[in-house]
């Protein structure tokens, strides 16, 4: 299984940044792809950065040019840099994982997500 555990949001000024991190652990090597889902009131939960294990991002277009995600291999620890945040922005921001290995005695692939954190964006 892995482990997901998000630290880093908060309350900004529109124009403002935010850094926020998320430490995997446990089978990290079998993940296939890593990133940050957002889910505003009574929107659908969208993706707005990811990495595979081969180090392709994509990028929400609306992220493009504002957000970076980087990734720290050896702390199983990857990053969503947010600049120039806007009040649309705000949201609770989820990790997420896909792996691909043996859960209960299945292979397969599976989705894991963090408790998620919380990004509110002032205007």
């Known amino acids: 299984q892995v482990q997901l555990v998000e630290s880093g949001g908060g309350l900004v000024q529109a124009g403002g940044s935010l850094r926020l991190s998320c430490a995997a652990s446990g089978d990290t090597f079998s993940i296939n792809v890593i990133g940050w889902f957002r889910q505003a009131p009574g929107k659908q939960r969208e993706l707005v950065a990811s990495?595979?294990?081969?180090?392709?991002?994509n990028y929400l277009d609306s992220a493009k040019g504002r957000f970076t995600l980087s990734r720290d291999r050896a702390a199983n620890t990857i990053y969503l840099q947010m600049n120039s945040l806007e009040p649309e922005d705000t949201a609770i921001y989820y990790c997420?994982?896909?792996?691909?290995?043996?859960?209960?005695?299945?292979?397969?692939?599976?989705?894991?997500w963090g408790q998620g954190t919380q990004v509110t964006v002032s205007s």
């Open positions: 990495i595979t294990s081969t180090g392709a991002t």
């Open positions: 997420h994982a896909e792996a691909f290995h043996s859960n209960g005695g299945v292979k397969g692939l599976y989705n894991y």
